[in-house]
């Protein structure tokens, strides 16, 4: 039981792949009073995360967590510590990551759970734990807050991937703790949560000591795992804490973390309408499982949403465009997670859209205050979400629709956009939140990479857009919408094509779709995603991993695995 | 004259909106098009041809004389008494589908274009043919066909104007675009890109392509998407007249061979008329171009239409008891390592190879007739239909020889043999020598025997074409 819902269902219901009735949706949100695994502290500018996996407080029944090991609720916990320190902790300027457990850091995720997952829940629990650590690497890089992973003990697979997205790294030098990658030796299967990426381009170890280290499951400890990079410093157990102290001291002294009066994030708790509907203040889900598609309808902020920033700071959580993109945040893993039989979504705004555009300027215009720079980065992290979720997104924009500024960035991100021409039709228009201030992944704003990084195109579109506000025929004219109909065909053309795009094989959409939202130059991030999505998959799903004689199946038993050693 | 009157239907145009706008735009289209590639330098005559102005008996074949452009194209779904569901399919018993289910978009589209596009190219095939016509009777038969198609690819283009939205007017202005035999923007079946020279060339089309028609046309009229089955139903109700003058064209040109040969002590050459033996190879050569339509002998598009319910076998409702056609086999002769093998198809697969088997009796249905025509006019020598591994350009025999008994043929001489099967350059220079107008009442050019009726009963020097 986590918040109250039963999660029992989960993996069951997972297997059923469009039952997402009569039972509980996974609870994203939780607050440092219910962590069971993280032991949160804050000290002046220095917070600390403690992991300390309660064995038996696993999301499902069937495994125990043993060995400080990590299930989605340990990292929902994570994520959670790490919102709360952007907006409840500004005095933080450093945060150590360490282990509450004797000579143990962390061993990874869970065996014993993702054996016993589907692969659609593996999947998106891993994306949830690569997004979780990537917002810890943007924590360091554009909220100031040094992150530094303190292992006190071995930190295998995840364990060392965790601390691969800090920004330093000590461990222990006791003659016993190590970090290993034990995936490829042991499991057959590859760490899933951005560690072979961060290895090289991150932590730029060697290819070929890289190589080596991928394929000795018990690792390398001590002086040798400093002198390859895997981590930066190796102090003895007794001066382990005063090593930790000094760079934590060191980095929160040069931290660039902007001043913020602390704003405490309440619970969200979208309200469930029977089990079609998720209700937020500004966001809703309907979903209708029968036809394979949900309906996700954001409210632009009403007329007396504030932009001064006295009284945006005094709205403080109640902002709508925090509110409404932490809505969307739940609402996008509800879709991840909780309905996997959703294979396509309708996204309409509706209100108005210079409300948008004037609540987008006000947040740039004081982008030095700390909380309100971490509500735009917050949109930002939400949006990346939107793109990285694994459902066709048709935009649909209709009369008294709002695709403006950091609501168009929906639109522009979706898979296609089609509009109604209409007397009262929908306008598009941009703000300056359009213009780097939410980038994507690989680093692209949308509106370049809705044309493939032509830049020409791309200012064409978004001249087009700063006129004032765009009409939907000047929209397609410009690129920026996919099909403009009159009344006459919108209705059945939009039927036909969500239809069509229902009844296609979802794994060969989630593939293409992957492949065709991100054009262009690839960053770490990107890699991540894209390595997740195709080698990890790929190989979770190979005999050789998860076959009667795979590795990943009988870890644990006396057999031993059998491969199939021709190479692909 | 209202909008109904110019354009009789029975799908409520005067309601729907989208539709009327899209015909708005497409009827000018299609009108330049017959000015410029109908029946050539008749556009002006008084033509006696029947005009479909309803559905129901009275209605349907409404004769009178018409200008060929004044022609009032219509727009008809046969109605159906009771609620017929997919008849068949891996869903069979759901309810017909009355719009586009969007899965089913694009195969639809396919479907609907790929039988659109024959209808108008046949007109321009045929668009010299009244220039030779032996008779006003059967300028009269070339031009009723040629409306009709006109009217055939009407219900096409109401299908994609109705159901498909701005992809579906973007494919019936297509349908104008393209040309048959236009080396740039041929039409889409190859068959329909062989020009139609000559009168005798008509008559083996109308019989053998126009039937290819009439047996799409029924595996559509059993079609789980209701306004596609409604519209293919009537059609095929015209399409009868097309396949009779078909056959009977044909009939009557081994009749008068079979009398010239009689006087002419057995040239029939000298007597001016068509050798038996060289209307046995324009058969040859349409029966075989007519096979090709039916696609691939072993097709995964044709067990795709099956399984989704949009095309079935021809009376597939009444003739078969199991409609989901998942088990059982058909063989299909193949080629492997230079011999015919028996290939077991799963039946589903083999959909278009039962379409043929359908056909290909039909076809010898008419074939005894003909054969019985000879025998009543005292000739000896028979005509027969070549085997339907012969001279054919697409599926599993396409890429071997055949002769017309359907032996595979290996030799160097391979190509010469099959050729010499076919209407050779002699004979198209004899025919086209014969194809000269007689446009008299009553009249008939002395290579063709008149018919034994006339159109609606009319008698024989009835002015069909007021010239
Ligand atoms: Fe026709
Ligand atoms: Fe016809």
Redesign the pocket.
């Given at each position: 039981m986590l918040g109250g819902i039963d999660l029992r269902g989960y993996n069951r219901a997972m297997a059923d792949d469009s039952a997402a009735t009569s039972r509980g949706f996974t609870d994203f949100e939780t607050d440092p009073s219910r962590y069971r695994h993280w032991k949160f502290s804050v000290d002046g500018a220095v917070a600390r995360l403690a992991l300390s996996v309660q064995e038996e407080e696993g999301l499902g029944p069937e495994y125990t967590l043993k060995q400080n090991a990590y299930d989605l609720g340990v990292d929902i916990e994570l994520a959670d510590a790490l919102q709360r320190i952007r907006f409840e902790h500004p005095a933080v300027k450093s945060l150590v990551v360490t282990s509450a457990v004797p000579r143990i850091f962390c061993a990874g995720a869970n065996i014993y759970m993702l054996g016993k997952s589907t692969h659609a829940f593996k999947v998106n629990f891993c994306k949830f734990t690569n997004e979780t650590r990537i917002g810890l690497e943007d924590l360091s890089k554009h909220s100031g807050v040094a992150t530094i992973a303190a292992l006190n003990g071995t930190a295998a697979g995840g364990g060392y991937e965790l601390a691969l997205a800090c920004d330093q790294i000590l461990l222990v030098d006791d003659g016993n703790s190590a970090v290993s990658f034990p995936e490829v030796p042991l499991l057959a299967v590859l760490p899933g949560t951005g560690g072979l990426t961060r290895l090289v381009d991150k932590r730029r170890v060697r290819r070929d000591r890289s190589d080596i280290f991928c394929t000795i499951a018990e690792g390398i400890k001590g002086r040798r795992a400093k002198d390859w990079g895997l981590v930066d410093e190796v102090p003895s157990k007794t001066g382990f804490d005063a090593a930790v102290t000094r760079r934590t001291d060191a980095a929160a002294a040069q931290s660039t973390r902007r001043a913020a009066t602390p704003v405490a994030l309440p619970r969200i708790g979208l309200e469930r309408e029977s089990d079609a509907v998720l209700r937020g203040r500004h966001v809703e889900l309907r979903v209708d499982l029968g036809a394979r598609v949900a309906d996700l309808l954001l409210s632009a902020p009403a007329a007396d949403e504030p932009v001064e920033r006295a009284a945006m700071l005094q709205k403080g959580a109640e902002l709508w465009a925090l509110r409404a993109f932490r809505e969307l945040d739940l609402a996008l893993l509800a879709l991840r997670l909780d309905l996997p039989g959703v294979n396509l979504v309708r996204v309409r705004t509706k209100g108005d859209g210079a409300m948008v555009a004037r609540v987008d300027a006000a947040l740039l215009a004081n982008a030095d205050d700390g909380f309100l720079n971490e509500v735009r980065l917050f949109m930002a992290r939400t949006l990346r979400r939107y793109d990285l979720t694994a459902k066709s997104f048709f935009a649909l924009v209709e009369p008294g629709s709002a695709f403006t500024g950091s609501l168009l960035e929906l639109l522009l991100g979706a898979d296609r956009a089609y509009a109604l021409i209409a007397d009262d039709c929908g306008q598009l228009a941009a703000s300056a939140m359009n213009d780097g201030a939410l980038p994507m992944t690989h680093g692209l704003t949308r509106i370049l990479n809705r044309f493939c990084g032509d830049e020409r195109a791309a200012s064409a579109a978004r001249k087009a857009l700063s006129a004032g506000a765009l009409g939907v025929e000047d929209a397609e004219q410009a690129g920026l919408i996919t099909m403009a109909l009159d009344d006459l065909d919108y209705e059945d053309e939009v039927r036909l094509a969500v239809e069509e795009r229902a009844s296609l094989s979802p794994d060969a959409l989630t593939g293409m779709e992957a492949s065709l939202r991100f054009p262009g130059p690839e960053t770490a991030d990107s890699k991540i995603f894209a390595r997740l999505s195709a080698w990890q998959n790929w190989i979770f799903q190979r005999p050789n991993a998860t076959g009667p004689g795979g590795a990943l199946t009988n870890y644990g038993q006396p057999t031993r695995p059998s491969f199939d050693y021709r190479r692909t | 004259m209202s909008l109904d009157d110019r354009i009789p239907n029975n799908v409520d145009l005067h309601t729907d909106r989208r539709l009327q706008k899209a015909l708005e735009q497409w009827q000018p289209k299609f009108l330049d098009w017959w000015m410029e590639m109908g029946p050539e330098g008749f556009q002006t005559k008084d033509v006696y041809l029947r005009t479909a102005i309803s559905v129901d008996r009275d209605g349907w074949a409404t004769f009178d004389h018409v200008k060929m452009p004044d022609y009032r194209w219509g727009i008809f779904l046969t109605p159906e008494e009771r609620k017929r569901p997919v008849g068949f399919g891996d869903n069979p018993g759901v309810e017909s589908f009355e719009e586009v289910p969007g899965e089913f978009r694009n195969p639809l589209r396919r479907l609907i274009v790929t039988q659109g596009d024959?209808?108008p190219a046949?007109v321009e095939q045929q668009r010299l043919l009244g220039q030779t016509c032996p008779s006003l009777y059967d300028l009269r038969n070339l031009f009723q066909v040629n409306v009709?198609?006109g009217r055939?690819l009407w219900a096409m283009v109401y299908l994609l104007h109705r159901f498909f939205g701005r992809d579906g007017r973007e494919e019936a202005d297509e349908m104008l675009a393209r040309r048959s035999g236009d080396p740039d923007k041929p039409r889409i079946l190859e068959t329909f890109n062989q020009p139609i020279k000559n009168w005798l060339s008509f008559f083996c089309f109308t019989m053998f392509t126009?039937r290819d028609?009439k047996y799409q046309l029924g595996a559509l009229a059993e079609s789980g998407f209701a306004p596609m089955r409604r519209t293919c139903q009537f059609?095929l109700t015209?399409?009868a007249h097309?396949l009779f003058v078909g056959e009977t064209g044909i009939t009557r040109v081994l009749r008068r061979a079979a009398q010239l040969a009689k006087e002419h002590g057995g040239d029939v050459k000298a007597g001016g008329g068509i050798p038996i033996e060289m209307v046995q190879r324009y058969i040859n050569y349409w029966f075989s171009y007519s096979l090709d339509l039916f696609g691939s002998e072993i097709s995964s598009n044709s067990s795709d239409y099956f399984a989704m319910g949009l095309k079935g076998r021809f009376d597939e409702e009444k003739k078969y008891a199991d409609h989901s056609a998942r088990e059982g086999f058909l063989e299909v002769p193949v080629v492997e390592d230079g011999r015919i093998t028996i290939r077991q198809t799963p039946l589903r697969n083999a959909m278009n190879e039962c379409l043929r088997d359908d056909y290909i009796k039909d076809c010898e249905a008419a074939c005894k007739r003909w054969n019985r025509a000879l025998e009543e006019e005292g000739a000896e020598q028979r005509v027969t239909l070549p085997n339907r591994r012969f001279h054919r350009h697409i599926g599993e025999y396409a890429q071997h020889k055949f002769n017309s008994a359907g032996e595979l043929l290996t030799g160097p001489d391979a190509a010469a043999r099959v050729a010499a099967e076919l209407p050779n350059a002699e004979d198209e220079a004899w025919v086209g020598s014969l194809m000269k107008a007689v446009t008299k009442p009553g009249a008939f050019a002395n290579w063709i025997a008149p018919p034994k009726v006339g159109i609606n009963s009319m008698p024989a020097d009835f002015e069909y074409v007021k010239l």
């Open positions: - | 024959t209808e046949s009709e198609e055939h126009d028609g059609m015209e399409e097309h």
